[in-house]
């Protein structure tokens, strides 16, 4: 599975940013979890919210929940995250990630393929 992220840019506190995370090659994403995580400078990757496919559940890290919301297009085998009230500190590195397990999982070790990452800078 390839993995390619796009979206990122430079947004002014308050503002709405969407990524998106497009998917190729032999499994689709109706089968598996789509993930997002971030890296900021000098920070550990962190996860930011997950897609499971088996029932379709959602879940968030507190920093972002309210704000940003994941999706997924199963017929365009792209996942996205819409970031609305976006903050200085969400400027980060994004990732998005996947795995053929159908659970969650919140730790970065638990997936299988990664994006190359799209930069997110806001400024306040």
């Known amino acids: 599975v390839q993995l390619q992220a796009s979206g990122g840019g430079l947004v002014q506190a308050g503002g709405s940013l969407r990524l998106s995370c497009a998917a190729s090659?032999?499994?689709?994403?109706?089968?598996?979890?789509m993930a997002w995580f971030r890296q900021a400078p000098g920070k550990e990757r962190e996860f930011v919210a997950c897609?499971?496919?088996?029932?379709?559940?959602?879940y968030y890290a507190d920093s972002v929940k309210g704000r940003f919301s994941i999706s997924r297009d199963d017929a365009k085998n792209t996942v996205y995250l819409q970031m609305d009230s976006m903050k200085p500190e969400d400027t980060a590195v994004y990732y998005c990630?996947?795995?053929?397990?159908?659970?969650?999982?919140?730790?970065?070790?638990?997936?299988?393929?990664w994006g190359q990452g799209t930069q997110v800078t806001v400024s306040s």
């Open positions: 990630a996947a795995r053929p397990d159908p659970g969650l999982a919140r730790l970065s070790s638990s997936y299988n393929y």
């Open positions: 090659g032999s499994i689709s994403i109706n089968q598996l979890t």
């Open positions: 897609s499971t496919w088996s029932r379709g559940n959602i």
